[in-house]
């Protein structure tokens, strides 16, 4: 048979399932599509010149000032905005590595050099490390928690170690994108945090939890004088109209919403113990994604059709939370430990 006919073992299965960006499984509750679309009949209009309401709806919600809370295009936004805003070309932000993508895209516009710090053992992240790794060319920290990609988090007297140790002038970014996903005794004291460090900010998304990427909604909150040099560099007409309603109509759907959470959390466990028990060693994760290790995890998942967040060692991030892609994950995975 000529070699152009021969069938190819190798091709690729189309992607069945996309589970590479975190995303929440669920569509967005009926009564937040409702909300959206009463605003989005009035599109023709601009939105407020600078966002007040949203600010005012969180921070009512968070139960902070409203000029404590910065709004932006998802967290990455509001992230973007803290590094044109608090930092200068040339300077150094620490972070781990590896961690949530845009860290260092960001990095790389604001003119910032990366100082990635690698993760122990266990797939947390090195707050020795992180510490170690401050210089007087340090003008920004990222700490996530929980961490991305392993969904596992530092425990809250590291946290509070860490914070004590960091110069006041450098401020540093508590990332909780996945903090919805946490359980309660797992939370930060916040207040008592941020009444003590001042250069602390905290940055939020309604991207994971609550299902709404697409909108790009996300928040930071922290003291009032580093929020205000913040805001200044706040995009005029920045925010669509149509995020105070998706936000309002979230915080009246709390109960489906957390009910929703749970389910992802749920079927997070379900499937991490399924894959231990079947020989992957799956790190206990906190958020809605699963840290898969390699090596050959990336290559099993994309053989199977499923789409994931891939690392050079062969490791895979996989969203959690659909069934038929939860199972997809497991039967992938068995073939390749049966293969092996
Ligand atoms: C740790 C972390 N921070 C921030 C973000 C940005 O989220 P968004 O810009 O959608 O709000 C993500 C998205 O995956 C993330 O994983």
Redesign the pocket.
Known sequence: MPSSRRPRTDRRAPARFDLS??ENPFPPLPSVLDAVNIEMARSNRYPEFLPRRLPALIAGHLGVQPDQVVVG???????MQIMQALTAPGAELVTSSP?????PIMAEMAGLNLVPVPLNASGDQDADGLRRAVSKRTALLVL?R???PTGTVLPADEVRRFLAAIPNRIPVIL?E??VEFLAEPDQLDLPALLRRHANLIV??????AYGL?GL???YAFGGHDLMGRIRRLQLPFGMATAAVAAVAASYAAAPELGARVRRITAAREHLRNTLCARGTAVPRSHANFLYLPGPGTATALRRAGITAKCYADGSARIAVGDPAADLAVVEALSERVTHR
Do not use: M
């Open positions: 960006l975190s295009a998802g967290a990455t936004g509001v992230a961690t949530f993508d845009g860290y996530c929980p961490h991305n990332d994108a996945y940055l939020r998304t309604f991207s994971k990427a790009r909604i996300g």
